[in-house]
Nanobody, 117 residues
Framework: QVKLVESGGGLVQAGGSLTLSCTAS????????MGWFRQTPGEEREFVAA????????YYADSVKGRFTMSRDDAKNTVYLQMNSLESEDAAVYYC??????????WGQGTQVTVSS
């Protein structure tokens, strides 16, 4: 099965930027729809962004539209989440998700994003 590893999290000031990466092993990500989710302790995991396996369709949560951009690099077997104009509300553990044609889902371990005000 595919293994996903997120990276790029860290501490950033409000208004700053970070780019998260999700690299897959075991399978090529070109066969998977990909997504980013985030979760704060005590809250339910929240959808952030998703991209079809072809990369032709991208979806964003209303809360991040215009600020976050998802992209895919099949050669590196990696997807990215570019986050701009970060707000305190964006602080969370960000998880990478892969979904196959049978709608099986696979998750990474998450990477922490902390936003200082």
């Amino acid at each position: 099965q595919v293994k996903l590893v997120e990276s790029g999290g860290g501490l950033v000031q409000a208004g700053g930027s970070l780019t998260l990466s999700c690299t897959a092993s075991g399978r090529t990500l070109s066969h998977y729809s990909m997504g980013w989710f985030r979760q704060t302790p005590g809250e339910e995991r929240e959808f952030v962004a998703a991209m079809s396996h072809t990369g032709r369709n991208t979806y964003y949560a209303d809360s991040v539209k215009g600020r976050f951009t998802m992209s895919r690099d099949d050669a590196k077997n990696t997807v990215y989440l570019q986050m701009n104009s970060l707000e305190s509300e964006d602080a969370a553990v960000y998880y990478c998700n892969a979904r196959d044609w049978l709608r099986n889902e696979y998750w990474g371990q998450g990477t922490q994003v902390t936003v200082s005000s």
